[in-house]
């Protein structure tokens, strides 16, 4: 049974910074490349970054370019979004995701982390 949980949310003053990551279980997790999504309410999901399976290549949303960074651990079957300089707009519930190809084509879903950041 493949499972994602994310951790690492909270609430954060603008510019500061929050660490997240997702535990993956389940299934071979260095054959699929990994996302971050997230939803703000009223919003639309958007993907804010992808990596493939051997990490040589990810993939980031404008917005998030030049501060977020992802990242995982093959080992530890995690992966990471480190995410500095937060803005309000940051906000939103953030999922990671596992799929295959590339641009990853996404299959399995956790249930999401909170981010708040105030200004």
């Known amino acids: 049974q493949v499972q994602l949980v994310e951790s690492g949310g909270g609430s954060v003053q603008a510019g500061g910074s929050l660490r997240l990551s997702c535990a993956a279980s389940g299934y071979t997790y260095s054959s699929y490349c990994m996302g971050w999504f997230r939803q703000a309410p009223g919003k639309e999901r958007e993907e804010v970054a992808s990596i493939s399976p051997g990490g040589s290549l990810t993939y980031y949303t404008d917005s998030v370019k030049g501060r977020f960074t992802i990242s995982r651990d093959n080992a530890k079957n995690t992966l990471y979004l480190q995410m500095n300089s937060l803005k309000p707009e940051d906000s939103a519930m953030y999922y990671c995701?596992?799929?295959?190809?590339?641009?990853?084509?996404?299959?399995?879903w956790g249930q999401g982390t909170q981010v708040t950041v105030s200004s």
């Open positions: 995701a596992a799929g295959t190809r590339w641009p990853c084509q996404y299959s399995y």
